[in-house]
């Protein structure tokens, strides 16, 4: 099945910074690539996406990059606020028929100082 | 649009008990749930996936005579956690999905149930 591997585990930055989070998966037959934050106690909060036939995507001060060669996707935050502070989790859908099951990285911990 | 209920948000039980947690969704029919797990500072681990009206399948090492699974309706699917023991004690989270040209793949998390076993 699907592996995906998250990195860093833990992420501190100052506010005004930017932040990377890179993550890699094993099954070339992906093709969508969620990001989400959570806050503690709350549901995951999906806050961009990417799908296999795309590069790059931006919103805002968030953008998402896709290498499908390299099998890794990565979360770019610009401007870091303490707002940003939560913990992020990448995913990979898997191929499995009409499923579309998710696999999730271990998550980031990101915390942004003031 | 595209909004997922659970219920309860959280349940206190004692150990041995069952416990039936709810997932909907609101404003659209869900061709397909998630039912996930998360132990606290850990990812989410999917349990199983249910189609309206067809069993669950269960992803390896979960029980499923104990994580029993209903998806009696295309807004509606239910986790019961039979014989509940301490270890049973997590955040379970429901998502739904539905087939469309546009959010495919896409999932709508509901608002995860605490369940505590003492």
């Known amino acids: 099945g699907e592996n995906v591997e998250q990195h860093p585990s833990t992420l501190s930055v100052q506010e005004g910074d930017s932040a990377v989070i890179k993550c890699t998966y094993s099954?070339?037959?992906?093709?969508?690539f969620p990001w989400y934050k959570q806050e503690l106690g709350k549901r995951p909060q999906l806050i961009i996406d990417?799908?296999?036939?795309?590069g790059e995507k931006k919103d805002q001060r968030i953008a998402v990059t896709l290498n499908k060669t390299a099998k890794h996707f990565s979360l770019h935050i610009t401007e870091t606020q303490p707002e940003d502070s939560a913990v992020y989790f990448c995913?990979?859908?898997?191929?499995?028929?009409?499923?579309?099951?998710?696999?999730f990285g271990k998550g980031t911990l990101l915390t942004v100082n003031p | 649009g595209a909004v997922v209920s659970q219920h309860p948000s959280w349940v206190i039980c004692k150990s041995g008990t069952s416990v039936k947690i709810e997932c909907r969704s609101l404003?659209?029919?869900?061709?397909?749930m998630f039912w996930y797990r998360q132990f606290p500072k850990q990812s989410l681990m999917l349990m199983a996936t249910?189609?309206?009206?067809?069993?669950?399948?269960?992803e390896q090492g979960v029980e499923k005579d104990k994580f029993l699974i209903n998806h009696a309706s295309l807004t509606l699917s239910t986790l019961t956690v039979t014989s509940a023991h301490p270890e049973d004690s997590s955040f379970y989270i429901c998502?739904?999905?539905?087939?469309?040209?546009?959010?495919?793949?896409?999932?709508?998390f509901g608002p995860g149930t605490r369940l505590t076993v003492l």
């Open positions: 998502s739904a999905s539905f087939s469309g040209s546009f959010y495919h793949n896409e999932q709508f």
């Open positions: 099954d070339s037959a992906s093709n969508y």
């Open positions: 990417i799908r296999s036939n795309v």
């Open positions: 995913a990979a859908s898997g191929s499995g028929g009409s499923n579309y099951k998710l696999t």
């Open positions: 404003d659209f029919q869900a061709t397909t």
């Open positions: 249910s189609n309206e009206g067809s069993k669950a399948t269960y």
